[in-house]
Structure formats: structure tokens, C-alpha cells
């Protein structure tokens, strides 16, 4: 690796958080030398990196040595988590081995369990007392009296989220008492009210099984904030998204003071509890026009590389609070208020996947 570099390690970079963040940092790159790690050799964003890495999946045994090998050989200022499980094996690493202590952008490994868990998340607010939307994990002891609860207070429809899962996979609408049923069985599920749902989730089979379902745009609010390694919280940012099918396409500046209010307690808790680096907050607005925060995540997200385009330049900041030092240039002014996402091609050459680098070697 060029001495006159800081080594930048993205894990998982084939996913969507891994082009965000190399998105965000398009054109001012000069100073790092970005190692990108993915489990798929095909994944576009490898050849976007300067060195790629083929590594093992985060729940193969082999992940953990071939982690440690990578960090001692390049010495990163920063290791950046592409994924949700990442964040959590980055976070237990960093306790134990300095090299990931001084790099790893995120924090303790017991508010990453807390952030990777629907039902610590709900424990976590309730501690202190921050309003999470109502949640019940199936299977538990006393489940069925609190759904029924829940039923009583919010109705139908109800949601059933994995308590560990992201990006909507996975998740089921309850439309009724036997959907409900259906989903109190289901290993490591929580059951939550359906806020702010759209019309027309119903499904009707009657003339049979669509091959795709129409579902409804949703509408999230969120906070994203970057908590600085010395435990204080610094810049921070209101959003509206617009979501088509569990995918961001809309997303625009929201200002509302309820909103900063809520994301801020949270933050502000959970940089009491260790956590550092990207803090993300999604929320929905209550009928009463009140908040309750539904998701929070510990890694740069979805909507990274669009809100730069508000000026909220996360990546650069994060970065170079890392390194002690101007890594990242300052981007240049900007004050859009409202970014749309599109699709966009991207060709993979064969010969650059042979060269790539497979570890372990």
C-alpha cells in the first residue's frame, strides 16, 4: 500500500451502504486508499475500490482471522460496517484487539445488540424513557395477553419485523386475528402497531396469486447524526423519506422541532451507552402529531450519499474525526432540498475478477 495514504477498509462493500459511502466520497479520494471487502465477486462496487478483497460471509468462522490479518497488514484509520451483522462483530472485535478499537467506527458492542434488536431497542427506550413504537416479542412469556393489548389500544393492521433483520426483509403485515396467530410462532419476531398505514393492504387471492404485489408508498421521517469519538453528539439532520417497495426514491429536508427533539434524546442516550460514529433514527408521526421512533441504526445509511447533497457531509466528517486529521477534503456548499434516487448501469470486465485478491490465500 502507498505510504502516503490513509487506508480506509469498507466490510460488505457490495451492498448498498458500501456504495453510499463510496458515493459520497466520489472525486476527493486522493488522500485515501479505500480496501473493499465483499463476500461476491461480482458485486460492482469491489472494482470501485483501489484493492479488493473476496472475504468470507460475516457468519463464517473464517470471517474473524481474515478481519484481524486485514486490519494488522493495512493498519486503517477507519473500518467502515456495510452491514447490520457487521456492526455488531466489529463492535465485540474492537473490546478485545486495540487495532480495531482505534479503528472500528462504531462503538460498544452491547448498544450495537441494542441497535441490531427490535426488543432491546424497545428495552433501551424504555430505560430511558424515550418513546419507541409499542413491541412485543413473540414467543415470549405473556405474549398472547400483550398482542391482545395491542390489538385493544391500535387494532388491525399490525406489523411482525425480524427482531434482528433490516431493510424490510422478512417483515409481514397482519391484517387479521389469524395472520396474528400466524406470527406469534414465529421464532425471534416482534409485533408492533401498524402506524401510519396506507390504504388498500388487504390482499385478496380470490382470482389468485399475484405475481408481483402493488404495495402502497410509505412514508418515514428520520434524524441521522454522527457522534463523535469523544462521546459528544455533533452535526445532525431531519429527513423525510418516501419508500417504494422498501426502497428509498424521495428524500427530502424536514425541519420540524418534535422531530429534533426525539432524535436528539436518543442520540444523546445512546452516546451515553458507547455508541460512536453514524446514529440513525427513523420515525413515524402518531395520529396526535406526536413521534415514535420505529428503527435505529449504528452505520452510515441508505440515504447517505443524498443527504450530502443537503450539505450534511457524514462520511468526510466521520472520516477525519477518525484520522485526527483533514482526510477527506470539505466538499463544496450545497443546499438542495429534496434529492431523487434513480438506477444506474454498471459493467463488471472478467479480467478484473480474476485479479482480485481471495482471502484467506
Given at each position: 500500500m502507498p505510504s502516503d495514504r490513509n487506508a480506509v477498509l469498507v466490510t460488505s462493500v457490495g451492498t448498498l451502504i458500501g456504495k453510499v459511502v463510496l458515493d459520497s466520497l466520489e472525486g476527493r479520494r486522493g488522500g485515501l486508499h479505500l480496501v473493499g471487502c465483499n463476500a461476491d465477486v461480482e458485486a460492482p462496487n469491489l472494482f470501485r475500490c483501489d484493492e479488493a478483497m473476496v472475504v468470507p460471509a460475516t457468519d463464517d468462522a473464517r470471517w474473524r482471522d481474515v478481519m484481524i490479518s486485514l486490519v494488522r497488514e493495512y493498519d486503517p484509520v477507519a473500518v467502515i460496517p456495510g452491514r447490520d451483522p457487521d456492526v455488531e462483530a466489529l463492535a465485540e472485535m474492537a473490546e478485545s484487539i486495540p487495532e480495531f478499537r482505534r479503528s472500528f467506527v462504531g462503538g460498544s458492542s452491547a448498544m450495537a445488540r441494542v441497535i441490531g434488536n427490535k426488543a432491546l431497542t424497545a428495552e433501551f427506550s424504555r430505560r430511558h424513557g424515550l418513546p419507541y413504537v409499542d413491541s412485543v416479542a413473540s414467543m415470549d412469556a405473556g405474549a398472547a395477553a400483550a398482542v391482545a393489548d395491542l390489538v385493544a389500544r391500535h387494532g388491525f393492521p399490525l406489523i411482525a419485523k425480524p427482531g434482528a433483520g433490516s431493510g424490510s426483509l422478512g417483515v409481514r403485515v397482519l391484517t387479521g386475528p389469524e395472520h396474528l396467530e400466524a406470527a406469534l410462532r414465529l421464532p425471534g419476531y416482534v409485533i408492533?402497531?401498524?402506524?401510519?398505514?396506507?390504504?388498500?393492504?388487504?390482499?385478496?387471492?380470490?382470482?389468485?396469486?399475484?405475481?408481483?404485489?402493488e404495495i402502497p408508498e410509505t412514508r418515514l421521517y428520520g434524524m441521522q447524526f454522527v457522534i463523535r469519538r469523544d462521546g459528544t453528539v455533533g452535526p445532525s439532520i431531519g429527513f423525510r423519506m418516501t419508500m417504494v417497495r422498501g426502497r428509498l426514491e424521495d428524500l427530502r429536508r424536514c425541519d420540524e422541532a418534535g422531530l429534533r427533539e426525539v432524535g436528539q434524546a436518543f442520540a444523546v442516550a445512546a452516546a451515553a451507552e458507547g455508541w460512536r460514529g453514524p446514529f440513525n433514527v427513523q420515525a413515524k408521526r402518531t395520529l396526535d402529531g406526536g413521534w415514535q421512533v420505529i428503527e435505529l441504526n449504528g452505520r452510515f445509511a441508505g440515504g447517505t450519499s443524498s443527504r450530502r447533497h443537503f450539505g450534511f457531509d457524514e462520511v468526510a466528517w466521520v472520516l477525519n474525526d477518525w484520522a485526527g486529521r483533514e482526510i477527506v477534503p470539505a466538499d463544496e456548499p450545497r443546499s438542495a432540498s429534496r434529492v431523487r434516487r434513480y438506477l444506474s448501469d454498471f459493467p463488471l470486465n472478467d479480467e478484473a475478477m480474476k485479479n482480485v485478491r481471495v482471502m484467506p490465500s
Open positions: 408492533q402497531p401498524f402506524l401510519d398505514a396506507p390504504e388498500g393492504l388487504r390482499l385478496s387471492l380470490e382470482a389468485g396469486l399475484p405475481l408481483f404485489w
